[in-house]
């Protein structure tokens, strides 16, 4: 294990410690965490792994995502509660016409897909994908229920905020959030970085556990297939999305970021506390607006309880030791970034396999409230 903790901040590194000692000999991963703007952790390890290894983070991209459509509401360009069809009139079609932004993301909108599904090339391209969608009939009634719109609610918001700006959230993050704030994490990875990526590693599941994934009897045509979109023959598998350089290089706004765990935890870091010397991009009241439950209860895509703000994830709903308010997203491989802002926390925490069972992988609840401990002891 490489890195550094500061005073305070031990008892991190002893939990880090324990995850590596009990996982795999391959097991390779990185832990960073800010707090009210310092950074007081930063550890790695694992083969071929270090502080500076970039991964594909899954739906973590969704918080960078959110970020930029935070920041257009904050400035006033964006109204959550206007129709998206005020801003992007074709998307009225099929019975579309009175959804909302704000519908669209606390995953309201019931456009969790498309019938037919979606290649790599269209999964790999937000507009593609939000050009299949025009004439897509919602799955429900929008706003009776809520479910994760996994692959998509990147490319709508995109293209309003593409409508309405001129420019993709792709353009906007790199020059608005990543480039000013020196963020590692990347919506589109630039060739020359190619060299620090690695791949993700497909999950190594035990017989107990792949006994249980093969009790999901969820059927090839439901509505939990239509929004993975496992439901297409030739669609990528979900762990190897990002190892394909379509999907790294174009940045698609749901999965398809690239960051280390420096970027993740700065990421949020910039959003709350600042980062760089740079103020925080949010102010308090646009944090609380975002991080508020906009949808809570049982999940009709993943039928699961989740609860959604404005394109984050309520993450006290799964860490209830932090504080209210605090808000993030996790990724399918295992990473986790968030922020607390009543702690001053900013965390991110990334894996190279991906973990069981998908989503934010298990270790995350020690690693997080070991942050979350020494944060509040050290104020």
Known sequence: ????????????????????????????GQ??????????????T??????????????????????????????????????????????AAEGKQDITLREVLAHRAGVVGADAGFSLAELSDDRLIAARLVGQRPYWRPGT??????????????????????QSIQELFEERIRAPYGLDFYLGLPAELEPRFVTTLPMLPT??????????????????????????????????????????AQGQTSAGGVASARGLAALYAAATTGHGGRPPLLKPDTVAEFAQIQSIGQDVVSRVHKAFGLGF?????????????????SGAAGCLALADPRSGLAYGYNRRRYAYPGG???????LLRACVTAARATR
Not at 58 to 77: E, P, Y
Not at 145 to 166: K, P
Not at 361 to 366: G, M, R, S, V
């Open 46 to 91: 694992g083969p071929g792994f270090t502080a500076d290894t970039l991964t594909g983070v899954f739906s973590a991209t969704k918080g960078a995502m959110s970020l930029v459509v935070a920041l257009l509401v904050q400035d006033g360009v964006l109204d959550p509660d206007q129709r998206v069809s005020h801003y992007w009139p074709e998307f």
């Open 145 to 166: 229920a809520y479910g994760y719109h996994a692959w998509v609610i990147g490319a709508l918001a995109g293209e309003v905020v593409r409508r309405v700006t001129g």
């Open 31 to 44: 832990l960073v965490a800010y707090v009210r703007g310092e950074k007081v952790v930063d550890l790695c």
């Open 1 to 28: 294990m490489q890195g550094t903790v500061a005073a305070g901040y031990e008892g991190v590194r002893a939990e880090f410690a324990k995850v590596v000692a009990a996982e795999r000999a391959d097991y390779a």
């Open 313 to 329: 994830s309520v993450v006290t709903e799964f860490y209830p030791f932090l504080g209210q308010g605090a808000f993030g997203h």
């Open 207 to 248: 017989p107990e556990q792949q006994a249980e994934i093969d009790a999901d009897d969820s059927g090839p045509e439901s509505l939990a297939a239509i929004a993975f979109n496992t439901h297409r023959a030739d669609a990528p598998e979900l762990w190897d999305f990002p190892n394909q350089r379509i999907a790294r």
């Open 360 to 366: 934010a992988a298990p270790e995350n609840t020690d």
